[in-house]
Nanobody, 124 residues
Framework: QVLLVESGGGLVQAGGSLRLSCVVS????????MGWFRRALGKEREFVAG????????FSADSMKSRFTISRDNAKNTVYLQMNSLKPEDTAVYYC?????????????????WGQGTQVTVSS
């Protein structure tokens, strides 16, 4: 069993920054590609960014790639999402996910394990 625990969410003003973290336990972290998704109230869960097992390759949604950066530290079993220039429309619950197949990007079927999510609220 793989356990994913997100942290770092909170309330921030528009234009601000947050860094989300996701700590993974239970299996060898470097065996998994990792991804971040988000779900805004009343909307479907959408892909934000993905990163390869080694961290060399990343893939981000076009609408967010200029502001959001995914990274990982395999020594710490942690994946990060740096979010800059936040907008009210970024308000959502953010989830990290682990994929054993090692594939990047959406859809959600590429990922086998999910965290419980962390709330990000951006005020205008």
């Amino acid at each position: 069993q793989v356990l994913l625990v997100e942290s770092g969410g909170g309330l921030v003003q528009a234009g601000g920054s947050l860094r989300l973290s996701c700590v993974v336990s239970g299996r060898t972290f470097s065996n998994y590609a990792m991804g971040w998704f988000r779900r805004a109230l009343g909307k479907e869960r959408e892909f934000v960014a993905g990163i390869s097992r080694s961290g060399v390759k990343t893939f981000s949604a076009d609408s967010m790639k200029s502001r959001f950066t995914i990274s990982r530290d395999n020594a710490k079993n942690t994946v990060y999402l740096q979010m800059n220039s936040l907008k009210p429309e970024d308000t959502a619950v953010y989830y990290c996910a682990a994929g054993a197949a090692g594939e990047l990007g959406g859809p959600r079927s590429k990922y086998d394990y999910w965290g419980q999510g962390t709330q990000v609220t951006v005020s205008s």
